[in-house]
């Protein structure tokens, strides 16, 4: 059974900052993509950000671009989201999400801002005020 543990969330006021973490269990980490998905009260999903743990280059919405840093660390296989700058339209429930990407020619893949990742958290709550 595939899991995906999440961390972070909170409440924070304007202008703050939080940092999730991801952790999936098994394998699934490995050359895989790794995203965040967003979803306010009322809204649809949004991809936000998304990374290949292994080689290549992450990609973010432009609603978080320049704000949002998504990392990794191999060693601990966990996925990270920094949020800095918070605003209250940053308020959602946020998904750490998995699955395989695209492969590319030379090896690798591409990790696309994607909605339909095959294996998903339960979410972690962040409230911006």
């Known amino acids: 059974h595939v899991q995906l543990v999440e961390s972070g969330g909170g409440s924070v006021q304007a202008g703050g900052s939080l940092r999730l973490s991801c952790t999936p269990s098994?394998?699934?980490?490995?050359?895989?993509?790794m995203g965040w998905i967003r979803q306010a009260p009322g809204m649809e999903r949004e991809a936000v950000a998304a990374?290949?743990?292994?080689?290549?280059?992450?990609l973010y919405a432009d609603s978080v671009l320049g704000r949002f840093t998504i990392s990794k660390d191999n060693a601990r296989k966990t996925v990270y989201l920094q949020m800095n700058s918070l605003q209250p339209d940053d308020t959602a429930m946020y998904y750490c999400?998995?699955?395989?990407?695209?492969?590319?020619?030379?090896?690798?893949?591409?990790?696309?801002?994607?909605?339909?990742?095959?294996?998903w958290g339960q979410g972690t709550q962040v409230t911006v005020s």
């Open positions: 999400a998995a699955d395989a990407g695209i492969p590319l020619l030379h090896g690798g893949s591409f990790c696309g801002l994607s909605l339909t990742y095959k294996y």
């Open positions: 098994g394998s699934i980490y490995n050359d895989n993509c």
């Open positions: 990374i290949y743990t292994g080689l290549g280059r992450p």
